[in-house]
Every structure is written in structure tokens, then in C-alpha cells.
């Protein structure tokens, strides 16, 4: 009888080349048609080969006859007098192939460190505007004390729409333009967990300084935020901040919430 139609070398030939599939054939089958494709993890190899292992057993087992055969080379091995070699081999192999897998899993290994990247990164105390040094610590926003926040309204509407519509989108939902080009997406400004959890002075250094004014803790980050201090004025900065909380109907986040430290 040929082995490969024996119960028993089929369902091992199965148990080969599925790993060899779900391990580097799958996994890589994007590239032919030039696609990325991630590394599968260990722990989802050995859930799928479970699987199957599960499936090769259930189909040896559906018939006495196959059973029987599947176990043919089993007893054969275990009892057989002229098979004694072999069970050695397997008692010396197998406890070492178990001690490599346990080394692989337990051996220290060199990798970079992780990256953990801050959302929203501590702001600075001070920072400079176009040179001129700039205290954040317990700012408020200059233009709302003169009780003309219709007419800094306006004037952020302007500057928004100016100059900012085409990444954070006619809605402020982020969903602009140019959005769908960049990782990560523009700022919504209509979600509760962005500017409504910032000071206003927050805002104001990440429209002033943008992407490139990111704190270490805030890397790696790709936005194409622009520094807005050389575009923009600083009132036309304060005026479009007016604009974002008042248009989301967004109450800024006040010092004594945030704290003295800051954020």
C-alpha cells in the first residue's frame, strides 16, 4: 500500500502543509499582486493549526476501519521488536524538540524599544510667537474678554475657511478635501473627546507651532499640520479658535479643571 494513501501519512502530509500555508504562503500571497502583507503571529499559527489538527482528527476517526488504520504505524512503533531503534530516537528527539520550542519562547531577544506615542502631549510653559516669548501657562483667550466674540466669530469663520477647510472639511468633522491623504486624519473638531478636553491656550500653540512643533512624547506622528505662526497672525489665531468652540458649541476647558500644571 503506498503511504500517501495510508490514514495516517495523509493526515500528517495535511498537518504539513497547512502550517506551511497559514505560516509563509498566505501570509505572502498579497505580494504577488503587490500588496503589503504583515507577519503572522505565533499565537494565531497555533490557533489555526489547532484547528485543523481538530479537523484531521475528526476525519480519521468517522469509521472504525480508517481509525484502526490511522493507528496502524503508532502500535507498530510503540510495540513492534524490530521498531526499537526508532522508539529511542523519538524518547531523545522529542523531549528535545519540546526543549527548543520552550528556548525560543523563553530566549531574550534584541528589539527596539516601543514608541508611545501622546495624543495630546503636555504642552510647554512658554513658547515663542514669531520670536516673542509667550507664556501658556493659565492663558485665556485674549479676545474674549473684550465681549466681541460675534465679531471674532467672523473673523475665525474667515481664517477657517481660508485656510483650513480643506484638511478638517466643511463640517469640522475632519473629513476635508485633502483628508483621505493623510495618516493620521485631520483633527474632527465636532468630537467630544477633542477640543472640549483642551484649554484654549492648548489649541493655540498646536495651530501655532503644528506638526513640526510636537513634543518627543508625541512621535512618531506624521501630520502635516502647517506651523501656522508664520501664515497667521496671532489674532486671527485666537479669532479661529473663537470659531471652532463656538461653531461645535464646545465649552473650552477652563485652568481650574485642567489644573496649574497644565494638561
Known sequence: MKPLRHPFWQAVAILVIAYLLIAYGIPHLPQLVGMESAPVPGSVVLQYMVTVLVGVLIWVSDSDERWNRFLEPVR???????????????????????????????????????????????????????????????????????????????????????????????????????????TPAPLPFNDSGTIPQLTESFVFWRIAKGGPGLPKEGAPWNSAMPVWEDILTEEEIWAVIVFLYEQTGATPRTWAEAGEGGE
Not at 528589539?111 to 507664556?135: D, E, K, Q
Open 76 to 182: 507498530a512503533t510503540m510495540v513492534d521488536g524490530d521498531k526499537r531503534w526508532l522508539r529511542l530516537g523519538l524518547l531523545i528527539a522529542l523531549p528535545l524538540l519540546v526543549g527548543l520550542l520552550a528556548f525560543r519562547q523563553v530566549r531574550q531577544t534584541v528589539a527596539a524599544p516601543p514608541s508611545l506615542r501622546s495624543i495630546h502631549p503636555a504642552p510647554p510653559s512658554s513658547i515663542t510667537f514669531r520670536g516673542r516669548p509667550l507664556n501658556l501657562a493659565g492663558l485665556d483667550n485674549p479676545l474674549r474678554a473684550d465681549g466681541s466674540v460675534a465679531e471674532d466669530y467672523e473673523e475665525g469663520k474667515r481664517v477657517y475657511y481660508q485656510n483650513c477647510l480643506p484638511c478638517h472639511g466643511d463640517g469640522l468633522d475632519g473629513r476635508g478635501h485633502f483628508a483621505h491623504g493623510f
